[in-house]
């Protein structure tokens, strides 16, 4: 099983500025990663699929980059809507796997 | 447009059979090429892969739960099931029904949700 890590747990950032959030794969998963936002309540919304590609309708605000075993989600001018908890998840391997999620709180 | 919707009982005793259906609207299981699944997330935790299935090809399963799970799919109804025997306190989450990006495991990504719906196991 790949194991996959997100940190931080919790990033405090203020509108407006840019947050930055990251996942590790316990091994190579090349390209195969999608990021989600959840927020409560809600099933998680795709947001990002092979690694960079944006989802339909996702603003460009949200960028994904990396490669092997380390990626990065990352929102570049925080608004109010996108305070939730964000995952990450490889399909490198048939047993996909999620991070344990990020929550951005507001700063 | 896509819509998927969970349906099943909100409670399950310990050591019973939990049992839930996803009923799709706005596209066919059958003759549209993409994996459709279940995927949980215990309260206030993160997401578990459950399981997942190409309607004319190969399923994949979640080796955790593999002996317990079966996943099955009813064309004419456009609806699938999941159903985990033997439950404990640990299979207490929200349940939702998913497709994912394609026609292949590859596309392992999830494009589609459904709302989810909650279970709880307890006597």
């Known amino acids: 099983e790949i194991v996959m890590t997100q940190s931080p747990a919790i990033l405090y950032v203020s509108p407006g500025e840019r947050a930055t959030l990251s996942c590790r794969a316990s091994?190579?998963?090349?390209?195969?990663l999608a990021w989600y936002q959840q927020k409560p309540g809600l099933p998680p919304r795709l947001l990002i699929h092979?690694?960079?590609t944006r989802a339909s309708g996702v603003p460009a605000r949200f960028s994904g980059s990396g490669s092997g075993t380390e990626f990065t989600l990352t929102i570049s001018s925080l608004q109010s809507e996108d305070f939730a908890v964000y995952y990450c998840?490889?399909?490198?391997?048939?047993?996909?796997?999620f991070g344990q999620g990020t929550k951005l709180e507001i700063k | 447009q896509l819509q998927l919707q969970e349906s099943g009982p909100g409670l399950v005793r310990p050591s019973e059979t939990l049992s839930l259906t996803c009923t799709v609207s706005?596209?066919?299981?059958?003759?549209?090429?993409?994996?459709w699944g279940w995927i949980r997330q215990p309260p206030g935790k993160g997401l578990e892969w459950i399981g997942n299935?190409?309607?004319?090809?190969?399923?994949f399963d979640n080796p955790s739960l593999k002996s317990r799970l079966t996943i099955s799919v009813d064309a004419s109804k456009n609806q699938f099931s999941l159903r985990l025997t033997f439950v404990t306190a640990a299979d207490t989450a929200v349940y939702f029904c998913?497709?994912?990006?394609?026609?292949?495991?590859?596309?392992?990504?999830?494009?589609?949700w459904g709302q989810g719906t909650l279970v709880t196991v307890s006597s």
């Open positions: 998913v497709r994912q990006g394609g026609s292949s495991w590859v596309n392992g990504w999830i494009d589609s």
């Open positions: 706005g596209g066919s299981i059958s003759r549209t090429t993409y994996y």
């Open positions: 091994q190579t998963i090349t390209s195969d």
């Open positions: 299935f190409f309607y004319s090809g190969s399923s």
């Open positions: 998840q490889q399909y490198n391997d048939w047993m996909y796997t």
């Open positions: 092979g690694t960079s």
